[in-house]
């Protein structure tokens, strides 16, 4: 199955001529399924079934070096050796080296994932083996920053402030600072080194609890539940993405691709801060007043979705659209199966039609849009 993708690296590479590409696109549409070949969402994680099994043995060969390098950090430290401290001094000796083993633990990890990276992802170029070597160099490195940061804290002082109902959140707010701004670099690193999209992904993330911890370190830990925080950076999130879209309004480079996962940052974030600057929580339960509200916001952000033309906004919102609907359902005389039953037909039903009319829907709302200049960037036309 080719792609725009495929098409456009044939291009640039002389395989095939410009005039031969865009005959070629037209042959591909006329075929049973024109909409596949030039959707922009087209994910491209699996080339064979050899990149999931791939994948299963790079997660269990990486668990098995995480236990390895743990337990060679323990011996290495002398822990198997250690009684139990008897002064101050001892008490502190120990603590030094657990921080030690926290560093050391993970860094076989990390230099074995980034050595697979190599070539998986630099040389092979498969996404799916990638991802989840990406996800292991940003865990090990979050903890091996976490780790770091634990010297800069002192555990008996820490200890004692906590025994006085100072509270922990020195050394939760340190090791959270360090922990994520370990990850976000990693994933930059990732990057830059391999332009691999999915580690947008954990750039947002770990960039976003850097945010995170930071409103709840000076607003309290309560602010971040609040919503006004999550859709902060869920709309900082968004506007990224849209940048990369803007970058490529035919959806054919890998700009979509960076797009596309940081629109999946984006979206959760947004509609658990919308949620909890209406309910005061984004996980609160919803009245019925509110939940008609929040069904309301729902819509309006699936229009959006529409006009971006990225389904992935829409997904994200299903938990919380079924939701708001059940409670609806439930109110107006539902209950029991009858709700289950009613919310099940009338979400499954829009999606299906949502789903079999996604390009009929999109050019009924893209004539409420401009189609020239910025706006016709950032709301690509439909293809007729």
């Given at each position: ?75 290495i ?5 250690m ?28 230099v ?47 200890a ?103 629109h ?32 309301i ?39 029991g ?14 999606i ?33």
């Open positions: 199955m080719f792609d725009k993708t495929d098409i456009r690296a044939a291009v640039e590479a002389g395989a095939i001529s410009e005039e031969g590409a865009k005959r070629f696109e037209a042959f591909l549409k006329a075929r049973n399924d024109p909409d596949r070949m030039l959707d922009p969402e087209n994910l491209r994680f699996l080339s064979n079934f050899n990149d999931v099994f791939l994948t299963i043995g790079i997660f269990v060969l990486m668990t098995g070096l995480g236990f390895l390098s743990a337990i060679a950090a323990t011996n430290l002398g822990f198997s050796t009684t139990e401290p008897n002064s101050l001094a001892e008490a502190t000796a120990l603590a030094d080296r657990l921080r030690f083993a926290v560093i050391l633990g993970p860094i076989p990890v990390v074995g994932a980034w050595l697979l990276a190599e070539y998986f992802c630099g040389k092979r170029r498969l996404l799916l083996p990638s991802m989840a070597l990406a996800i292991f160099i940003a865990w090990g490195s979050a903890i091996v920053g976490a780790g770091l940061a634990s010297f800069f804290v002192d555990p008996i002082t820490t004692m402030r906590i025994e006085r109902d100072a509270g922990p959140w020195e050394i939760i707010t340190s090791i959270s600072y360090a922990g994520f701004a370990a990850a976000a670099i990693a994933a930059a690193a990732i990057f830059w080194r391999f332009r691999l999209p999915f580690s947008l992904f954990l750039l947002a993330g770990a960039t976003a609890g850097l945010f995170y911890t930071a409103v709840a370190q000076f607003a309290g830990i309560g602010q971040v539940g609040s919503g006004l925080a999550m859709l902060a950076i869920g709309i900082a999130t968004l506007v990224a993405a849209i940048g990369f879209d803007m970058k490529d309004p035919t959806r054919s480079t890998r700009s979509s691709d960076h797009a596309f996962w940081l999946m940052a984006a979206a959760p974030q947004i509609i658990l801060g919308m949620r909890g600057l209406l309910l005061g929580s984004g996980f609160a339960p919803a009245s019925m007043a509110d939940a008609t509200v929040m069904l916001v729902l819509i309006a952000f699936a229009l959006l979705s529409l006009a971006l033309n990225r389904r992935a906004l829409i997904v994200s919102g299903l938990v919380t659209f079924a939701t708001a609907l059940w409670v609806l359902v439930n109110e107006l005389g539902g209950g199966v009858n709700t289950l039953m009613l919310t099940a037909l009338i979400i499954g039903g829009a299906v039609l949502l789903g079999g009319g996604w390009r009929t829907a999109r050019r009924a709302i893209l004539k409420l849009a401009p189609q020239s200049g910025t706006f016709g960037r950032i709301f690509p036309p439909e293809p007729a």
